[in-house]
Structures are given as C-alpha cells and as structure tokens.
C-alpha cells in the first residue's frame, strides 16, 4: 500500500514490557517523525529523523528509543513500558525541510493506540 | 519554550454559519503555518498551509496569517455538520528541522 502505515493499530501490554511500534512509508520522504497524542497535551513530538541513520529527540524522548537503518522504516521502542504511555502513538513523514512552499506538510499515520496495564 | 495557543473550545456554530478559530505562537521566528483536521479517533489531515501575511482561500476555507500579532486564523464559510472535528494549528519554527509545534486543538461542532 502507498503512503505511510503503522502497526499494530491497537496494543495492550502490561508495566515492564518491551514494545516496539512499526512505521513504514513508500514515498521515500526525508523526514520521519513520531509523536504521542493525550488528552489536554495535543500532539507532542517524541523524537524525529532527517534521514537513515540521523535521530534527534523531540520534546518528549524519555522512555522510548527511536532506530532508522533504512529511509523507510522508523520504529518506536519502549524499553520497559509504563503507565503514562498509555497513548495514541502517530507517525508522520514529510519531503523536505527547506521552508519551500508546499514541502513542509507532514503525513500522518493512521495511529497505534497503546494501552499499558 | 515555543508555543502554540488555541482555545480548546468547543465551538459551537449552526451549519451555513462562519466558524472562526484562532491560534497564536511565540516565536517570531516561525516561518510556515499549517492548519490539520482531525476527526474523532482519526489522525490529523492538512486542510490549509500558509506562508505569507494575508490571506489565503480554498474553497470554503480561508486562512489568514499576521506575523505582526502572530496569529494566525481559519475561516470555515457554509459550515457543515461534516466540518465537526478538532482543528489543530502548527507552525513551523524558525530554524527547526522540519519540526512543528503543534496546539492543542479546537474542537469544532456544526448543528444542522
């Protein structure tokens, strides 16, 4: 399928556990982003990567460990899950970051929704 | 810390009606603004970007930035029950990497 997915769209896991959320996108964008959305915080930027192999924390990074070997893949691992990552998990690419017109637009995924027991 | 402010509502507006949402940033800095929509239990869908001071229309959407203020704003013309959703405002930092910063959100609700 064209365009960006993630899997699984639904997970429930319990305190302690390893997960790990799949991002996959088929337009080769530069860019990949994750991000957690709760209620009363909006989206929130978790980490993000300008390329393979290029990572940087967002605002939000303690927790979770980001990975990029290649362009179109970025998954998100929480090492020992918690309670407060209970959350909808997006992922979200884009093109370009030059500040060109009508670049700068980021897709979204369509959601993991993470509940942690 | 840059931020990106909008009233959470809900707005409340009869369909055929105007809906007007606000957002304002922090940064003087920022350079790209964007307004998504999303639908309940959805991911965030790009309605409108816009770059310069002034105003921008498509369709029944027009967006209307002023950096001066640094507000930016999203004019919804004939509103319709199908336009109910939360609409998220983000902006593009001056000197990010692609990053955005987005607000909250305001939830918006069409009465037919």
């Known amino acids: 399928d064209a365009g960006i997915t993630q899997s699984p769209r639904y997970k429930i896991t319990e305190t302690g556990r390893q997960v790990t959320l799949m991002c996959h996108q088929t337009w080769s964008h530069s860019y990949m982003f994750w991000y957690r959305q709760d209620l009363g915080h909006g989206l929130r930027l978790i980490y993000y990567s300008a390329a393979a192999d290029i990572t940087d924390k967002g605002e939000v990074p303690d927790g979770y460990v980001v990975s990029r070997s290649k362009t179109e893949n970025f998954p998100l691992t929480l090492e020992s899950a918690t309670r407060s990552q209970t959350s909808v998990y997006f992922c979200?690419?884009?093109?370009?970051?030059?500040?060109?017109?009508?670049?700068?637009?980021?897709?979204f995924g369509p959601g993991t929704r993470l509940t942690v027991l | 810390q840059k931020e990106v402010e909008q009233n959470s509502g809900p707005l409340s507006v009869p369909e055929g009606a105007i809906a007007s949402l606000n957002c304002t940033y922090s940064?003087?800095?920022?350079?790209?603004f964007f307004w998504y929509r999303q639908y309940s239990g959805k991911s965030p869908e790009l309605i409108m970007f816009?770059?310069?001071?002034g105003d921008k229309e498509d369709g029944r959407f027009t967006a209307q930035l002023n950096k001066a203020s640094q507000y930016v704003s999203l004019l919804i013309r004939d509103s319709q029950p199908s336009d109910s959703a939360t609409y998220l405002c983000a902006v593009k930092y001056g000197g990010s990497q692609g990053n955005l910063i987005f607000g909250k959100g305001t939830k918006l609700s069409v009465k037919p």
């Open positions: 816009i770059y310069s001071n």
């Open positions: 979200a690419s884009n093109s370009a970051a030059g500040g060109l017109e009508g670049l700068d637009e980021q897709f």
């Open positions: 940064d003087r800095g920022s350079q790209s």
